[in-house]
T-cell receptor, first 112, second 115 residues
């Protein structure tokens, strides 16, 4: 089955700087890669996703890149703000089982 | 606004006392999922319904059951909660299981405490 590794587990950046979180996956057949933001005591919120037929997708300060050959994808947050502080999860869609496999999560802290 | 709603947000139960968690959705999605999330961990899929078809994950304990009486509602029943079942329980929906419509949208979760 699919296996997703996420790094780093914690990340601290200064407000205004950029943050990058990286994930690798094992199943080359996986074709859908969402990113979720989870604030304390709340459910995960889908913030951006990418499908295997594109290499990059942007939405304002957030971008995701996908390298199918290397089987890794990354979340980029620019001009970080205190409200970006949260736990971020990457995931990959396991095609055979049609279920999401999550990474272990990254706790992002934005320092004012 | 279309959304996924979970009730209650916080549930306290006693060891061994059955408990039911509720999820409803106004998105009219075909698929409803239940996840268990323990502290500082990723969500773990327990099972999902595609319409009325129930799909259990192989490692989901028999203690966990689910019901979906209609498109909008789905319930998680824990027959005999143990201390290890204390967690956040997340409901999610997706329009379909196919490649084009498989975005999952999560509810706010129910935090279960077992005394």
């Amino acid at each position: 089955g699919e296996n997703v590794e996420q790094h780093p587990s914690t990340l601290s950046v200064q407000e205004g700087d950029s943050a990058v979180i990286k994930c690798t996956y094992s199943d080359s057949a996986s074709n859908y890669f969402p990113w979720y933001k989870q604030e304390l005591g709340k459910g995960p919120q889908l913030i951006i996703d990418i499908r295997s037929n594109v290499g990059e997708k942007k939405d304002q300060r957030i971008a995701v890149t996908l390298n199918k050959t290397a089987k890794h994808f990354s979340l980029h947050i620019t001009e970080t703000q205190p409200e970006d502080s949260a736990v971020y999860f990457c995931a990959a869609m396991e095609v055979g089982a049609q279920k999401l496999v999550f990474g272990q999560g990254t706790r992002l802290t934005i320092n004012p | 606004d279309a959304m996924v709603i979970q009730n209650p947000r916080y549930q306290v139960t006693q060891f061994g006392k059955p408990v039911t968690l509720s999820c409803s959705q106004t998105l009219n999605h075909n698929v409803m999922y239940w996840y268990q999330q323990k502290s500082s961990q990723a969500p773990k899929l327990l099972f999902h319904y595609y319409d009325k078809d129930f799909n259990n994950e192989a490692d989901t304990p028999d203690n966990f059951q689910s019901r979906r009486p209609n498109t909008s509602f789905c319930f998680l029943d824990i027959r005999s909660p143990g201390l290890g079942d204390a967690a956040m329980y997340l409901c999610a929906t997706s329009r379909d299981l196919g490649t084009a419509y498989n975005e999952q949208f999560f509810g706010p979760g129910t935090r279960l405490t077992v005394l």
